[in-house]
Each structure stands twice: as C-alpha cells, then as structure tokens.
C-alpha cells in the first residue's frame, strides 16, 4: 500500500466514498490495518476468528447442557 493510499483513508477527501463511510460510523483505520496484511495473513486472520467462533459455540452448548437448557438447532 502506497503512502497516498493510507492517507486517503486517514484523511478520506469531502464528499468521497470514504469520508461518507466515515460519517456513517465506519472506522477505516481498521479497513486500512487489514490493508497492510497479506492475502495470505487476511485467511490466517480469518481462520482464527472462525475457529474461535466455533469454540464459543461449542462452550456455549456444553454450558447449556450443564445448567439443563434445551440445545438451540444450528
């Protein structure tokens, strides 16, 4: 990523896509932190967040059937 690149979505320009996404309550510096990884690192990321998930799920049921709540369907 270019110099130029992340100072438009530090500083987005008036009235471009970014600076609307801003206003909306984007936060662009996160869009910008995933930027700076490669495609490579974005799948590890992604897979660590999935497998995460997969172990809250997996806690939560295991909770549910200690306290004697009926499992919800996937």
Do not use: W
Not at 35 to 61: M, N, S, V
């Amino acid at each position: 990523m270019t110099p130029q690149q992340e100072a438009y979505f530090l500083n987005p320009p008036p009235g471009s896509a970014a600076a609307r996404a801003v206003e909306f309550g984007i936060d662009l510096t996160l869009t910008l932190e995933n930027l700076r990884l490669t495609p490579e690192e974005r799948i590890r990321k992604l897979d660590d967040h999935l497998a995460g998930i997969a172990k809250l799920k997996a806690t939560a049921k295991l909770v549910g059937r200690v306290h004697g709540s009926k499992p919800k369907s996937d």
